[in-house]
T-cell receptor, first 116, second 117 residues
Framework: AQKITQTQPGMFVQEKEAVTLDCTYDTSDPSYGLFWYKQPSSGEMIFLIY??????QNATEGRYSLNFQKARKSANLVISASQLGDSAMYFC?????????????FGQGTILTVHP | GAVVSQHPSRVICKSGTSVKIECRSL??????MFWYRQFPKQSLMLMATSNEGSKATYEQGVEKDKFLINHASLTLSTLTVTSAHPEDSSFYIC?????????????FGSGTQLSVL
């Protein structure tokens, strides 16, 4: 079984500052993928960033970067230069490789509030 | 990028009626789709995996007779909540996998808010 732990129920950040959202995971699969999604109040799940377990480099997508520390089983999301529109719920998720790819196990989420 | 369309976005129904939710991949073929459920202020929980041309695989604790899933084509999966009751009120959201390879190609629909009176 896989597990995602997000220990920060809520985070606050000043506009234009950087913020790190924590995510640790547990899996026995040698091949897996890690995702971060943003969920605004509308409910849609917006893909932010993906990291494969065999990827050598940390993933980056614009203002989003993933601090992947495989030995520590952590996959923290770093948002640089926060914007007011970044206020939302953020979920970390994991999936196995192979035929089970796509079955996501989500963490409990972190509510991010960006202050002006 | 790839788009997954989910309808309806919101539905209100009377207790005892059935509700059908559609999840459609618009510009790619999705042999596998996934259905999740989310209660307010909680995480998403996987309900079932929908495979084109075969029976859905349900997660433990999900009633297959209550939540009927049909994946009749490579672009359409439907979730029918049968004999809905107030406790079925929830946010339902689907995702689709593009192709059979790994990587990041997972796409979500916009979700359906079901309210059962």
């Amino acid at each position: 079984a896989q597990k995602i732990t997000q220990t920060q129920p809520g985070m606050f950040v000043q506009e234009k500052e950087a913020v790190t959202l924590d995510c640790t995971y547990d899996t026995s699969d040698p091949s897996y993928g890690l995702f971060w999604y943003k969920q605004p109040s509308s409910g849609e799940m917006i893909f932010l960033i993906y990291q494969g377990s065999y990827d050598q480099q940390n993933a980056t997508e614009g203002r989003y970067s993933l601090n992947f520390q495989k030995a520590r089983k952590s996959a923290n999301l770093v948002i640089s230069a926060s914007q007011l529109g970044d206020s939302a719920m953020y979920f970390c998720a994991i999936t196995s490789g192979g035929t089970s790819y796509g079955k996501l196990t989500f963490g409990q989420g972190t509510i991010l509030t960006v202050h002006p | 990028g790839a788009v997954v369309s989910q309808h309806p976005s919101r539905v209100i129904c009377k207790s005892g009626t059935s509700v059908k939710i559609e999840c459609r991949s618009l510009d790619f073929q999705a042999t596998t789709m996934f259905w999740y459920r989310q209660f307010p202020k909680q995480s998403l929980m996987l309900m079932a995996t929908s495979n084109e041309g075969s029976k859905a695989t349900y997660e433990q604790g999900v009633e297959k007779d209550k939540f009927l899933i049909n994946h009749a084509s490579l672009t359409l999966s439907t979730l029918t909540v049968t004999s809905a009751h107030p406790e079925d009120s929830s946010f339902y959201i689907c995702s689709a996998r593009e192709g059979d390879r790994g990587g990041e190609k997972l796409f979500f629909g916009s979700g359906t808010q079901l309210s059962v009176l």
